[in-house]
């Protein structure tokens, strides 16, 4: 989540609106669900790792560790589809390879699409502009608090490893275990405490349910500040 957030926010496709992004996002995700496995899902794959790799310029290196984590859940749950369960015990499933290949095609693809839009829009520029809109605002609210709760959990758990890591706790498995029952303790106090700070702060600032927070107008399409504007500029949204 982390590494996500920093790439977003040193996107160059910051500067673009979030609506387009989420367009070109969104459009790949529902080609990856609607169109056929093959070649569908590959094809939209590819186009979601170009468009990242290559015109987003998102680091490769951060692109494919934050897709590792779900692409190992992908591959672990296909492998269902390769068996089957009867009176006569575990067997292999007729069609099963089939099957467990479109899942992960289709998969696969979706998480491209959607990583695509996540290192490259910064949640801090989605949720305001997503709270402006009729019958939203509770929705983004709800997901501000989330996403802030979940940031002071991993700070928290970053910290208490480097001090884990600073007092030798992983130079054997022993230590190790030992380190990370600590830690699972360490990280619950730690971010039960912060949270409650946050809402002390939140609660002596007037919070009465939402925030106002400014953001700065962008435009629907990019413009480089290397040239004038076109007669193609568009306004800022």
């Known amino acids: 989540m982390l590494a996500i957030d920093a790439a977003a926010y040193r996107s160059p496709w910051r500067r673009r609106h979030p609506a387009a992004k989420a367009v070109l996002a969104g ?6 669900l609607v169109l056929p496995p093959w070649p569908g899902a590959p094809i ?3 186009i979601a790792l170009a468009i990242a790799l290559g015109w987003a310029r998102v680091p490769p290196r951060a692109f494919l560790r934050s897709a590792r984590a779900p692409l190992a859940f992908i591959v672990t749950g296909s492998l269902t589809f390769l068996v089957s369960v009867d009176t ?28 695509l839009f996540a290192m490259t829009t910064p949640l801090a520029d989605v949720l305001p502009r997503l709270a ?30 480097t001090a884990q890591a600073d007092r030798l706790g992983t130079l054997s498995w022993r230590a190790r275990w030992r380190s990370v029952t600590g830690l699972a303790a360490q990280v619950f106090v730690l971010s039960f405490e912060r949270a409650r700070r946050l809402e002390d702060g939140l609660r002596d600032r007037g919070y009465t349910g939402g925030l106002a927070v400014s953001v700065g107008p962008l435009p629907c399409a990019a413009v480089s500040s290397r040239w004038p504007r ?4 568009r306004r800022p949204c």
């Open 27 to 32: 459009t790949l995700l529902l080609c990856a």
């Open 44 to 46: 939209t794959a590819a």
């Open 88 to 115: 006569s015990g575990l067997t292999w499933a007729p069609g099963g390879a089939a099957r467990a290949g479109e899942v992960i095609g289709r998969c696969v693809a979706a998480v491209l699409a959607q990583l």
């Open 132 to 161: 402006r809109r009729r019958g939203l605002a509770g929705l983004a609210e709800v997901a501000g608090l989330v996403y802030r709760m979940l940031s002071v959990v991993l700070e928290t758990v970053d910290a208490v490893r």
């Open 230 to 233: 076109s007669p193609g500029w």
